[in-house]
């Protein structure tokens, strides 16, 4: 979404082609359709070619803020309804710019909160009730438009979505109120009223979109009255990092519930599925007959449905999520799978794997000694899932190592150097098995960091590193085997390269010691680079300006061009301030400030690029 953030390159891209016009469908290259993976659009891509095989769409109601329309907004819907899902979403812009730059805001109104035109909470509200009556208008218009035999109610059963971005007009982004305390509640009431409004008129599904940093900009953070509803978050670069970020933190206190990342030109979405627990369980053999679990959904809205797949007859889950097994199962293990849904359409998927009569071996599986203490050494072994006492019966190991019937591990006295390995079987009185294994290590000396390093080759004559090792018994000598020529170590392990090395990769090895009889390896690599070369930046070719300034307010511009890596800066002419919020490389946000009473006309930003080279670009004020 990002208004004229990510979608307003390809918005311009459209404007100097003059493709405005109706909404045309083209088919989308890719992978196999996804019920959880779709796409947002508004009008910035009216007369696009928009995919028509994907899961879901979502469409915006508004032409870039409040008491707006998309012109192409019955065409995209159109084209929602033709997803996999078949069941239009809608997002609606949002903003609260005060009495002050807002030629809506309420002066008399009486519902729901008395507003006599003050800049004021109540006000706030009133403005974020009305915007979501004129955006849940345009979609019911949008409905009507395209033959909806029930316009409304088609409305109301769709999910929207509330666009939260400091893009657009906000009290606490305003040179006229600020960043202050009464403005950040302003705000938020805004927001509060859009979605009470909507919740008036039937929505049941509301979800809002933003960063936790721009929400935090405007809102200063969510207070104990917001609802908590879903949150839908942008700025992830491809479909595996959206995939991961689902259990990202929330906003709101609700569920992130969806993830938006570029996809094919246009902004793509991946809808977060439901999450059940837990996913698996033990029980001894004995206990299999009577065995049951309860799956437990989370991020769901309303009641939940479990469809099982697989996994039938040994393990069933009935429609509630709970599990039970068929009868009294031989040891192994059993999984079912299935699919979870709630009543407002949000889906899941479940998997539950019980292991029937396994003994299951627990910490410690492992150890290490120094080598004079290795005649001592004992440990005891542990498992979980037994039912009575475990008899342990090793097999391999012995002499050096022994494991009683208990599962005490004990040495056959002081042991060489080296890696030992002890492995049996282990049973309890109710048929419920298992295996065991335990490695020791004996007088192992253990490098740690640093194992490698790097420098330049202008820094090479005062370099130097220190190696570091544990597990040893007193002072540990370093012996060298290979590297000399290029890399000294020490026998203190101090590593010091030759004053000449060309640029490249280098690498010590060697042996380390102490007086006990412990031993041990090191391998140090050292990359050697040339200086980093200075910051190149693409030539920055044609550039120009999409939207116009407005004397007395704040409005978002974008740059399209090229080579504005490095957050450039931009001036225009006195009492006008140009901010940039965005910097893609290809596009340029900006935050344009215009003092009250500046004349209409065409200006010139001039652009200096990180590298210091400038550009100069006009733009209309009007």
């Known amino acids: 979404m990002f208004n004229q953030l990510t979608k307003g390159l ?66 995209e819907l159109r084209w929602a309804e033709t997803t996999v899902s078949g069941a239009p979403a809608f997002y609606m812009n949002t903003g609260n710019p005060g009495p002050s730059y807002s030629s809506n805001w309420p002066t008399n109104q009486q519902s729901p909160r008395i507003c006599h035109g003050a ?76 979605i009470a409004s909507l919740s008036n008129i039937g929505v049941t599904s509301i979800g809002t979109y933003s960063t936790p940093s721009q929400w935090h900009t405007i809102t200063g953070g969510t207070d104990s009255t917001f609802p908590a509803v879903p949150v839908w978050v942008p700025g992830y670069a491809t479909l595996s990092s959206a995939q991961v970020a689902c259990t990202s933190p929330s906003f709101t206190g609700g569920r992130v519930a969806m993830i938006q990342y570029p996809s094919n030109g246009l902004d793509g979405d991946y809808v977060c599925g439901l999450l059940s627990t837990p996913a698996a369980a033990s029980v001894t053999a004995a206990g299999s007959s009577t065995f049951t679990d309860q799956l437990v959904v989370s991020g769901n809205d309303g009641a939940v449905t479990y469809v099982q797949t697989t996994g039938a007859p040994a393990l069933t889950v009935n429609s509630t999520g709970l599990v039970a097994t068929s009868g009294t199962l031989a040891a192994g293990s059993y ?36 080598a004079p203490n290795s005649s001592t050494f004992t440990d005891q072994l542990v498992v979980s899932g037994n039912n009575g006492a475990v008899a342990y019966v090793q097999t391999t190991g012995a002499p050096a190592l022994t494991v009683n019937s208990t599962g005490l591990v004990t040495t056959s006295g002081a042991l060489a150097v080296g890696a030992y390995t002890a492995s049996g079987t282990t049973s309890d009185p109710n048929g419920d098995i298992g295996t065991f294994a335990f490695a020791l290590v004996v007088g192992a000396i253990t490098q740690n960091a640093p194992t490698s390093n790097s420098v330049v080759t202008t820094a090479l004559s005062a370099f130097t590193d220190q190696l570091s090792v544990s597990h040893n018994d007193g002072a540990v000598t370093f012996a060298q085997t290979s590297g000399t020529a290029n890399l000294a170590v020490s026998a203190s392990g101090l590593v010091t390269p030759g004053a000449t090395l060309a640029f490249g990769t280098y690498v010590a090895r060697g042996n380390t010691s102490d007086a006990h009889g412990d031993a041990g390896t090191f391998t140090y690599r050292l ?96």
């Not at 947002?40 to 899961?55: F, N, R």
């Not at 079912?336 to 396994?358: Q, R």
């Open 335 to 370: 999984t079912a799978t299935g699919t979870t849904s709630d009543t407002n359409g949000n889906i899941g998927t479940f998997v539950f794997t019980l292991t029937v009569g396994t003994i299951n071996q627990a910490s410690p599986v492992s150890s290490s000694v120094k």
């Open 119 to 194: 800049n004021s909470p109540a006000c706030s509200y009133d403005f974020g009730w009305n915007t979501a009556r004129i955006s849940f208008s345009n979609a019911v218009n949008a409905e009507t438009a395209d033959g909806s035999l029930s316009a409304a109610s088609s409305a109301r059963v769709a999910h929207w979505w509330l666009d939260v971005e400091t893009g657009n007009t906000w009290e606490t982004l305003e040179p006229g109120y600020g960043q202050t305390a009464s403005s950040k509640a302003n705000d938020q009431q805004m927001l509060e009223g859009s």
């Open 10 to 75: 390809f918005a311009a891209v459209l404007i100097a082609s003059g493709l405005l016009g109706s909404t045309a469908f083209a088919a989308g290259a890719g992978p196999a359709v996804s019920a959880l993976t779709g796409y947002d659009v508004s009008y910035p891509q009216c007369g696009a070619s928009l995919p028509t095989s994907t899961g879901f769409g979502i469409v915006g109601v508004n032409d870039g803020h409040p008491f707006s329309a998309n012109p192409c907004l019955s065409g």
């Open 527 to 622: 990359e050697v680079t040339n200086p980093a070369p200075p910051p190149s930046f693409a030539a920055p070719g044609p550039i120009h300006v999409v939207g116009y300034a407005v004397a007395g307010r704040s409005a978002t511009l974008t740059v399209v061009g090229a080579g504005f890596y490095g957050r450039p800066s931009v001036a225009s002419h006195r009492g006008t301030t140009a901010l940039v919020t965005r910097d893609s490389g290809t596009l340029l946000s900006l935050r344009v400030t215009v003092k009250p009473g500046s004349p209409n006309g065409v200006f010139t930003f001039t652009i200096t690029l990180a590298n210091g080279q400038s550009r100069r670009v006009k733009y209309n004020q009007r």
